[in-house]
């Protein structure tokens, strides 16, 4: 009798053109003067496991002190602009010019060092930096920065006298105009004269820094002629003295941080991309900045202020923005504190320090770090390293590549300024990129093709999926690194990257032995010498399984195709159903539990119900499993042959 045909069935496998006044000066120290036997080495260094740059430089000359500026230029750029080198070791000074036109408002406080103080609240800013509140002793400044207040009219009277020491040299780090509502009058009251203007311009091109608070310069009026003069420094266009036909006014009290770096970090951690920080109601006044903007007007389509809310705009060759409330450029920078009219929030008080801190951008030392440059790359798209199966386990380990990290190039160069001789010697330039490195990956899976992970890490590149997963399913993957940078999502169905199994091992039946008939029907027997092994891995969802088996009838094999008739082929239960290794569900059931015909039709030996049988099973039967009956009366001599069927079929 030849038992060896099985058959399987498997159903489950950003040009900007500005006028620039003529009594500013091209932005550096001043004019360069050749010195041959000088040398100003520079050497950078990317901490790319905390995200930040490393300068030291070197200059062969000890005849005189040196100040020194150093300056960046991003990737994709021409332009250079020079960066903070303000350390939490330097305490810096900052000249307050408030405004007093139309203000009666009058506030008292002490300093963390003693002062005491009633002067209009239009000068808060050393009280917000410089008074102790319950986040630190020395105010928000942190005892690292030293305001003094001096009114705008004093101001204009003798700009020189506030601004310079007795030699000629600088007494402050940084300027802040402000902050008061329309800078205290839209008219000559809150504008600065036009000597102080000068002075400030050369303040500004000696490395010092310039801050603008709220309507010091507005594009709604042209009040304030000689501040609005100073607009290039700022790369800030304005509604009515640029032409520039259709700004409207963004308002809100919230603002939302758009890139992170030395602002965003020193010397309060204010929030990384995308933080939500509460100030007091502020307001654009029909301005476009063109300069870097690190936070914008959060939900200004819901601000109370119903007349100002947007929308956001640029101008007809789709550059700069209304949408913002803090612009740096270089050395000089515009904020939008002060339309509260003196109130300001935590938020906004550590805004200001660190803008203060940020716009300090000269240094006797020979180093700095710069943290404004960070790798601002997102990786690669997430491809896979190896996969490996579980056997025992029944998982299969999927390795993603974890060098797929893109990295951020910066320039830079260093001048130095002769503090006795007005020399300026410039060092090399130097290209780094700094790469982050991967922090890790965000996944998830489900029965979509096209799904976003929420970009928050839950992987470090090895994933491990179990055979239960859907096969049809989706793997959505995204890479993400130390700077917080995410990549696209890479998207891979589960069949595609797992080896997905629906098989069957069928047995082997011993041959029957020589039959010898009788006067009667007898019942002969033989065993199966190996066991039925299924694997059903990653199965669809929705799916069980069924083992089926049929036999043809018993024919002779001398061509005359005689049959004994059907039912003549029986087949036991199953005696044993054993996992191997971990599986999913319950057990697999017998389909039959009395001896019954296969050469009758199709019987089910076993079956899963879907979410059950998961994994791998061996399959076995008692000894003397397979039987045939022989009758005299309808049996004839000869060799007899049948077809044992074994199909293993996905089904519900």
Known sequence: ??????????????????????????????????????????????????????????????????????????????????????????????????????????????????????????????MWMEQPNSENAKGYGMGLIDVEPVSLEAFNSNPSAYLKNNDGSWKYDVIYFGAWDQNGSTDNRGDISSTARDIVANFMNSGRGILFGHDVVIGSVTGHPNFESLRNIIKVKLLIQDNLGYVPTLSSNKVQIVKEGLLTDYPWNIGSMGTVLNIPLTHSTSQLAYGEIWMKFYDYQNSPEGNWRGPEVSDSSGNGTNNFYLTTINNAAMIQTGHSNGEATPDEQKILANTLFYLSQLTRDTQAIDRSATDVKAPSKPTINTTKFDNTTKTTTIQFNTNND?????????????????????????????????????????????????GMVNSNGTINIPVNTNQNAYLHIQAIDQAGNVSETAHYQIKNIVDEKFELNIPTPNNFSPITLKEQATEYKTSFNSTINIKNLYPVTGQGWRLDVSATRLTLSDGSNYQLPKSSLFIEPLSNIRAVGSTYGSLPTKGITTKTAIDNGKITLARATPGNGIGEYTLSFPNQALSVIIDPTTAKTGNYQTVITWELVSAP
């Open 406 to 454: 893109n990295g951020s190039s910066y320039t830079y160069k260093v001048e130095a300024k002769g503090e006795n001789s007005g020399q300026i010697i410039s060092s090399n330039e130097v290209t780094i990129t700094l790469t982050s490195g991967i922090k890790g990956f965000s996944y998830v899976i489900d029965n979509s093709p096209s799904t976003i992970p929420n």
């Open 1 to 126: 009798m030849d038992v060896n045909k099985k058959k399987r069935s498997f159903k489950g496998k950003l040009i900007l053109l500005m006028l620039i006044p003529v009594y500013l000066f091209a932005l550096g120290f001043g004019k360069e003067t050749k010195a041959n036997a000088l040398s100003l080495t520079l050497t950078v260094t990317p901490v790319s496991n905390e995200n930040y740059v490393q300068l030291k430089w070197n200059l062969n000359d000890n005849s005189q002190p040196y100040t020194y500026r150093v300056y960046q230029k991003k990737e994709g750029s021409n332009q250079y602009q020079s960066i903070s080198t303000a350390d939490l070791k330097r305490q810096i000074k900052v000249l307050n010019v408030y405004p007093t036109a139309n203000i009666n408002q009058w506030i008292s406080y002490t300093t963390w060092n003693g002062t005491n103080r009633t002067i209009l609240k239009s000068a808060s800013a050393e």
